[in-house]
């Protein structure tokens, strides 16, 4: 083979160089844009969570306020209020009663 008379083959080995070089770039671009593309959806995400989570916070607090009656809240106090009430006395009568042993 003469190297200053270049075969048909080294010409479309020539030619398809940059070819390559560009499906190369645009597969690049593509690998770029995409990365673009999940990083948005990504942060569209976590705002699309965040507000899932605030507006369930907003209907369990609408919840608690709609639900539940005034009276049995003012009940469970009641109760609640009375026990520690008694848990109070009893530990009175214990600390009395160490103060009378010693």
Do not use: C
């Not at 200053?4 to 160089?17: E, F, G, H, R, Y």
């Not at 390559?20 to 705002?47: Q, V």
């Amino acid at each position: 083979m003469d190297p200053t008379n270049p075969s048909s083959l080294w010409w479309m080995d020539a030619a398809q160089a940059p070819v390559i070089a560009g499906l190369y770039w645009l597969l690049l671009g593509i690998k770029r844009d995409l990365d673009r593309r999940i990083e948005k959806g990504t942060s569209r995400h976590d705002d699309g969570l965040s507000r899932t989570r605030d507006e369930l916070a907003a209907f369990k607090l609408e919840v608690a306020r709609t639900y539940v009656p005034l009276s049995l809240i003012r009940d469970v106090d009641r109760r609640l209020s009375e026990q520690l009430l008694r848990i109070e006395d009893k530990l009175e009568n214990i600390r009395r009663d160490q103060e009378h042993d010693k």
